[in-house]
């Protein structure tokens, strides 16, 4: 529970100080954060908490989407953020799972939708009706 607790410290965005130019944003991805951005992306940063809110969604939830996103995207850094943020908001491991498994349906289905070159204009035409 300490390295959930310590992870999501990390993960949540919060206020605190910082060397670089940086006054104050996230604490990891803040000082990644270029000047030439004008403190831009931390303000977007800052503001994901606002998003969630107005999004429509719970808070487990949103996590199991970016859960689903980041597999996707195969990032380790993001998948490990929202499984821990998933399972801090409520999210049980076979939901955790079963976001895995959606998320690899997707990909498969894609993959041999795109390597055979199916006709997307005939995909279309199924998903209109």
Same mark, same amino acid.
């Given at each position: 529970?300490? $390295? %959930? =607790?310590?992870?999501?410290?990390?993960?949540?965005? /919060?206020?605190?100080?910082?060397?670089?130019?940086?006054?104050? *944003?996230?604490? /990891?991805? =803040?000082?990644?954060?270029?000047?030439?951005?004008? *403190?831009?992306? =931390?303000?977007? %940063?800052?503001?994901?908490?606002?998003?969630?809110?107005?999004?429509?969604?719970?808070?487990?939830?949103?996590? %199991? /989407?970016?859960? &689903?996103?980041?597999?996707?995207? $195969?990032?380790?850094?993001?998948?490990?953020?929202?499984?821990?943020?998933?399972? #801090?908001?409520? #999210?049980?491991?076979?939901? /955790?799972?079963?976001?895995?498994?959606?998320?690899?349906?997707?990909?498969?289905?894609?993959?041999? %939708?795109? &390597?055979?070159?199916?006709?997307?204009?005939?995909?279309?035409?199924?998903?209109?009706?």
């Amino acid at each position: 529970m300490r $390295k %959930l =607790t310590i992870i999501l410290f990390l993960l949540f965005p /919060i206020s605190v100080a910082f060397g670089g130019g940086h006054s104050k *944003g996230h604490p /990891i991805l =803040t000082p990644l954060e270029p000047m030439a951005m004008e *403190g831009k992306y =931390t303000e977007m %940063l800052m503001n994901e908490a606002n998003f969630q809110k107005g999004s429509g969604f719970d808070a487990k939830t949103f996590q %199991l /989407i970016s859960l &689903a996103a980041s597999a996707g995207m $195969k990032c380790e850094y993001c998948i490990l953020a929202h499984t821990a943020l998933a399972k #801090a908001a409520g #999210a049980t491991d076979e939901e /955790i799972k079963s976001v895995a498994m959606m998320a690899g349906l997707i990909a498969i289905n894609s993959t041999m %939708l795109y &390597a055979n070159q199916y006709d997307i204009e005939e995909l279309k035409k199924m998903f209109s009706k």
